[in-house]
């Protein structure tokens, strides 16, 4: 008899539950149907935190708070930037909300359509368009270091010869590297300095001197004035271009092409 008991006292705990959490399941379907935002760019709506969502949805117990805080910007408005943070909701959906958990506390406010941070979205653009301007510049970059690295080495004297690489303008000059720093750059795919060494501390001297081509790893390689630039201004971390110098010369190496003899 005791045991019939237990048994009958387990299966109405058992269905209890079951029976919770069906209702619950019915909730949560009930107003997740009621969530999306109609469709227009004048549509009402309010930003709410994710998380609120995802532990409402996961828990039986009424939640305490949803903390906004943690989606606005510095301009206390919904920040663009933590929009995987944030999920939209119809007026519907969130009135019907707060009716069933009115104790909810919304930390750092509400926050509705009127509510997206228009500072920071200018600033994300303006990021935006400036990293596609920069990856537009390097893949240049790239292409000429692959152009100047298919051309023959360079040899070149005590500054003088010809120029058998890319040419730097219309004059024929270019600026001289390290053929073996240009290699390991473009392994890289372009990413950075190798080793943390500037293009022509391997075929300078300690006077700042070009090394003659037969010193050890002073072969080197004519690449245009503008990829030098690159590599002076944007190849190296701002923290490090002042401590890393393009060699012991304060100016490039550069190479012209001769004039043709009379």
């Known amino acids: 008899k005791d045991t019939e008991e237990a048994v009958a ?6 269905d209890a539950i079951h029976e919770m959490i069906r209702e619950r399941q019915a909730q949560v379907r009930e107003l997740v ?3 999306p935002v109609e469709e227009g760019l004048e549509a009402p709506f309010y930003w709410c935190n994710a998380d609120f969502i995802r ?6 117990d009424a939640p305490s708070s949803m903390d906004n805080r943690a989606i606005m910007c510095v301009h206390k ?7 995987c943070s944030m999920k939209r ?9 707060l009716q069933k958990y009115p104790d909810t506390n919304i930390l750092g406010g509400v926050l509705t359509e009127a509510d997206c941070c228009d500072e920071c979205l200018r600033k994300q653009a303006i990021e935006a368009r400036e990293t596609d301007k920069q990856a537009t510049e390097l893949d240049r970059i790239r292409e000429e270091v692959e152009l100047a690295l298919r051309c023959e080495v360079i040899d070149v004297e005590d500054g003088g010869g010809s120029n058998s690489g890319p040419s730097g303008g219309p004059s024929g000059g270019g600026c001289l590297v390290s053929r073996s720093w240009l290699q390991a750059w473009a392994r890289r795919k372009g990413t950075g300095n190798p080793a943390s060494t500037s293009p ?6 300690e006077h700042g001197q070009l090394l003659p081509e037969s010193a050890p790893g002073a072969k080197r390689t004519c690449v245009p004035r503008g990829v030098w630039d690159f590599f002076v201004t944007k190849a190296r ?8 110098p393009m060699g012991n010369a304060a100016d490039p190496i550069v190479l012209r092409s001769r004039a043709p003899a009379d």
């Open 200 to 205: 022509t501390e391997a075929i300078t001297c």
């Open 9 to 14: 006292l387990y299966q109405n705990q058992r």
């Open 77 to 83: 408005k919904a920040d663009p930037t933590k929009s």
């Open 33 to 35: 149907a009621l969530m």
């Open 55 to 60: 532990d409402w949805a996961d828990n039986t």
């Open 89 to 97: 909701i119809s007026p519907k959906a969130w009135t019907q909300l």
């Open 237 to 244: 971390p701002p923290s490090k271009r002042k401590s890393l």
